[in-house]
């Protein structure tokens, strides 16, 4: 059984036939605020007031290297700490506005194991990014600067967009818009010329990079999808290389198959179909199921043409 990509609501929203029996639901944008959403900005918002009365908590809450190691149980609350006030009012934000669209869909129970796994998951690699990044350069300042931020979770968010409503128009500025499934490989080079511009903004791509792949390897190969009822969207319109531009697709592909090998084959069920890209290799396996197919029937109908015949002959006796 194959699964089906999830389903875009532009075409029906602009009077388009409506999805075919059997086919998913389609996944439209959401118009409120959810509850689960509010209380995590209330999370948000109170561990950032919490760091202004108590700096000293940082030291309890965030993830710093040289201390990681007695204080492990910062990798889990790192993501949920906002250091600066503008980060803390753009998680806020990026949590209600992306939350109201992906909740919805996915549930509360799902939305919120979503954010559990990513924000855990990168705080590992933050942590395994800056001792790396010290051992290289031999700068200090990665061992002992503090790390922390919602950012990974919402780099996330957007490779969830990008499944769920891959042409929904997110506003950039006051006259540019953006198509969701165009946001991750915006942000990553947003990000990345950053990184270059402002020495210090370095400390945040190894976590917004992290978020987009976790959440793409999560997404691609493990969540029950709520629209198919299968495991994974295994559809080409998600593959790894639809993250980037056609252009860098020599570049995109190799890498894309790699991780796959690497990390995702030994951990894939027998119930996600992968679609088949090579058109020779499925012509092949459908080849091969039609002679199958033909010896069965062969050797079923030889049988019960023969067991007439013993009948007949034994009455003859």
Known sequence: ???????????????????????????????????????????????????????????????????????????????????????????SLGLLFCGKDIEPVWGRKEFLKFIILVNSICGVLAFCFAVALYYVTGKESFLVTPLSGFHG???????????????????????????????????????????????????????????????????RYFQRNPLTGLKGDPSDDFSFPTLFPDAMRPVTDPVANFFDRMLCARSRPSEIALPVTDPTKASRRRERGERVLEERMAADHGGDTEAPAQGHSTAED
């Open 1 to 91: 059984m194959e699964s089906q990509p999830l389903q875009d609501p532009v075409a029906e929203a602009h009077g388009a036939e409506p999805a075919a029996a059997g086919a998913p639901p389609a996944v439209v944008p959401g118009k409120e605020f959810t509850r689960t959403c509010k209380g995590l900005v209330v999370v948000l918002v109170g561990g950032y007031v919490l760091l202004q009365l108590l700096p000293s908590s940082l030291d309890y809450l965030a993830i710093i290297p040289a201390k990681t190691i007695p204080f492990v149980w910062t990798v889990f609350t790192a993501g949920y700490i906002e250091q600066v006030l503008p980060g803390a009012i753009g998680s």
């Open 153 to 219: 979770c919402l780099a996330g968010f957007l490779v969830g967009l990008k499944q769920l409503l891959p042409n929904l128009e997110l506003p950039m500025c006051f006259f540019w818009k953006i198509k969701a499934k165009w946001m991750p490989f915006f942000v990553l080079c947003f990000s990345t010329i950053m990184a270059f511009i402002v020495p210090d903004s370095i400390n945040f791509l190894p976590t917004l990079l992290s978020g987009m792949y976790v959440s793409w390897i999560y997404l």
